[in-house]
């Protein structure tokens, strides 16, 4: 296995290659880059593949510059089995052919005896409209590329035998806290818990599994725009979210790991039956020793990149009020689940070319409508320059997530918690999208299921994710913690202590009858919230 950087690795066996994830360009409006750098590699080489994996349409795994320019076209897709085309539909744009349509969780046999599994994530907010794993078997050697999924459990992988290998992010990657208006202790108190949140899940992960090796990937980025600078975990912040591969190193150590190895960019990783052999182009620890340096040498290269990129974002000619009613007007039409799960109206203040002017326009979610903003109380504020909208509207960008909030480049402020329906409505902003988000959240059904964890009678299944809470359920007092994203519930009241809805059956143990907590409406049902701010 060859590292390739972030979330891309190259595995080669007798029986052909797999190149997975190859992201180099710069992704959601220039803010993220690929840490450390890998555009200095021998992508010509790396391309010249028997198979390509893309586990997902987020643009740090799927960068159709590269694809098109690098990766051969003879290489057969290995594909997930996502509710809709749109990867593929992107895939064949950019010249892709051939395509092996995998079905979840089932073992495929290829040429010369190589196994392979694709376990896809479905439910609407994974990744944009799925996520999946890739695991790889050849001569008795296997390998699990969780990437940046995040399964309920590894048990399927577990049942096919002994993983050598597994990969698996231990990273932020979202927006929260760093854009909220919050004192900075406030941001710093947040993050730290999400941080230590982030490394719990890779444990359990890892604990569950209880692979032969274990190798951290899939973050983080970093960020080369002066603007967005501060949030590379160079100052000694507590509260980054964006820790390395070798803070990891430092955790999982402390937490008695020592099967673990970092894969820079040119790593090669020998695996065998029964060892794990790594060869580096670099010293790892040395590396990461002077990564301020390495960040800053990197920011000094990629500047016209971010400069030519910040040029082409605005559109003076888009009227950006009647684009944005002729482009969601539509869907709020249709929106049942996702609208009554928004609630009220969302407002984003658009800053003008000159740096001060801001018009505000509302997306009213009860009154089906995008207006001006008339002075009205909201929950949700959002505050971006008005050129990032403008180009968002001129791309015909379906998913605003997969690009201006995973940006950073954004202010919020909310009042109250909070509510994933928002970010979720605007990942669907297509036809396509939104009927399958909608059909899915009408064919939820609540969890029948009940367990005891502690004192407390509760229902098995998580009502955000349905993660399994005897797994990863945690009652401290009165407060049940799902470890996989870090929710939290009132047990008393079976409240939803993080989001609006996904309200929680609950009861003390020693009682008897119906659960004191509710098992929820439609607007608190079941919903993922991948990426969602505490996830």
Request: one cysteine or more.
């Amino acid at each position: 296995m060859t590292g390739t950087g972030h979330a891309s690795l190259r595995i080669d066996t007798d029986a052909g290659s797999i190149l997975c994830d190859p992201w180099v360009n710069p992704a959601y409006f220039a803010s993220w880059f690929p840490f450390p750098d890998n555009s200095l590699l021998d992508w010509e080489a790396l391309g010249d593949c028997d198979y390509l994996y893309v586990s997902h349409l987020h643009r740090d795994h799927f960068d159709a510059e590269h694809l098109k320019r690098f990766v051969s076209k003879k290489a057969t897709v290995l594909l997930p089995e996502f509710p809709t085309s749109e990867m593929r539909d992107e895939l064949e744009a950019l010249g892709f052919t051939k395509f092996l349509e995998t079905k979840s969780d089932h073992v495929h046999e290829l040429d010369g005896g190589l196994k392979i599994m694709i376990q896809a994530l479905t439910s609407p907010t994974d990744g944009p409209i799925g996520d999946s794993s890739l695991w790889v078997e050849h001569n008795g050697i296997r390998v699990l590329n969780q990437n940046d999924a995040r399964p309920t459990d590894l048990t399927t992988y577990a049942a096919l035998g002994q993983v050598h290998v597994h990969l698996l992010q231990f990273s932020g990657a979202i927006w929260y806290p760093m854009v909220y208006d919050l004192p900075q202790a406030a941001k710093t108190a947040f993050g730290k818990q999400k941080r230590d949140r982030q490394f719990d899940r890779t444990f359990r992960y890892i604990d569950d599994l209880k692979a032969s090796h274990v190798v951290p990937i899939a973050g983080p980025p970093c960020f080369l725009d002066d603007e967005l600078w501060q949030f590379n975990d160079i100052f000694g912040d507590e509260g980054n979210i964006f820790p390395d591969q070798w803070v990891f190193q430092q955790e999982y150590a402390k937490h008695g790991g020592t099967n673990s190895t970092v894969l820079l960019p040119g790593s090669v990783m020998t695996v065998t039956p029964d060892s794990v052999s790594t060869v580096h182009p670099t010293d790892v620890e040395e590396f990461f020793a002077h990564k301020r340096e390495h960040l800053e040498e990197m920011r000094s290269r990629k500047r016209p990149i971010i400069e030519a990129a910040k040029a082409s974002w605005r559109h003076p000619e888009v009227d950006v009020l009647k684009e944005m009613k002729r482009r969601i007007e539509p869907l709020l039409d249709e929106s049942v689940y996702l609208a009554k799960g928004v609630g009220g109206p969302v407002r984003f203040d658009l800053v003008g070319y000159d740096g001060t002017s801001v018009e505000s326009i509302v997306v009213d979610f009860p009154g089906k409508q995008v207006r001006q903003y008339a002075d009205e109380k909201v929950r949700y504020r959002f505050r971006t320059e008005r050129a990032l909208i403008e180009h968002l509207l001129f791309i015909e960008e379906v998913d605003w997530v997969n690009s201006l909030f995973l940006s950073c480049r954004f202010t919020a402020t909310r009042i109250g918690q909070y509510n994933e329906f928002v970010y979720s409505f605007f990942k669907c902003l297509s036809e396509e999208r939104l009927q399958y988000a909608e059909g899915w959240f009408a064919e939820q059904k609540p969890d029948a299921e009940d367990i005891k964890l502690g004192d407390w009678i509760v229902q098995r299944r998580c009502p955000h994710l349905k993660a399994d809470l005897t797994r990863f359920g945690i009652v401290d007092g009165n407060t049940l913690t799902c470890q996989l994203h870090g929710w939290k519930f009132d047990l008393p009241s079976g409240r939803c202590l993080t989001s609006v809805g996904h309200e929680l059956r609950s009861r003390p143990a020693a009682a008897s009858g119906s659960a004191d907590g509710a098992s929820g409406s439609a607007d608190g049902a079941s919903v993922d919230g991948a990426p969602a701010e505490l996830s």
